[in-house]
């Protein structure tokens, strides 16, 4: 990892200046103690199952936009069994961005995740924005008037 990225703690998370590769180590680390905002899209294609969503609170709306979060049990997602999502298929665009948040201005990498390889650059970056496009502009807001550090910040 380079000294340009920046840690915001609040969402723990570096902005960075390039995206970098990632491979899933399967530690299940992302699916407890998170908040999983849960968008329309998201809500239709897990239309089959039920009880497995919470209305989010209004600092969690004011952060991601989604009115809606996945419930957790003892912390850990509902659709958690072991380090293996019972869901896989149908998971929210949440889980198929981590460790990824790519905003309108920003490149956001997960603090936590243990797959992230900092030595080789991604060339996926039109895929996680698209897939951040639920989160991208309340974050980005979010970010701008929460943090001391904007002003390093970079646009992807
Ligand atoms: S934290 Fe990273 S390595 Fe672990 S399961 Fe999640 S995406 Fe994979
Ligand atoms: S839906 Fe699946 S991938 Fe997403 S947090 Fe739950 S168990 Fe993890």
């Known amino acids: 990892m380079s000294d340009t990225q920046v840690l915001i703690p609040e969402i723990g998370m570096f902005v960075a200046q390039k995206l970098p590769y990632h491979s899933c180590r399967r530690c299940g ?34 952060i991601t936009g989604a009115a809606h979060k996945m419930k957790m049990l003892d912390s850990k997602c509902i659709f958690l069994d072991g380090t293996t999502c019972k869901v896989y298929d149908l998971r929210p665009d949440t889980c198929r961005r981590h460790p990824f948040i790519v905003t309108r ?52």
Not at 43 to 59: A, C, D, I, Q, V
Not at 116 to 128: C, K, R, T
Request: charged fraction near 35%.
């Open 29 to 62: 680390r992302c699916c407890a103690n998170k908040l999983i905002p849960l968008y329309e899209k998201d809500l239709e294609r897990l239309g089959g199952f039920r009880g497995f969503y919470l209305p989010t609170s209004s600092l969690e709306r004011e």
């Open 105 to 156: 201005k920003r490149i956001l990498v997960s603090a936590a995740c243990p797959g992230v390889d900092w030595s080789i650059e991604s060339e996926d970056l039109a895929y996680y924005k698209s897939l951040s496009s639920g989160i991208s502009e309340k974050l980005d807001r979010f970010i701008e008037t929460r943090s001391k550090f904007s002003d390093r910040w970079t646009r992807p």
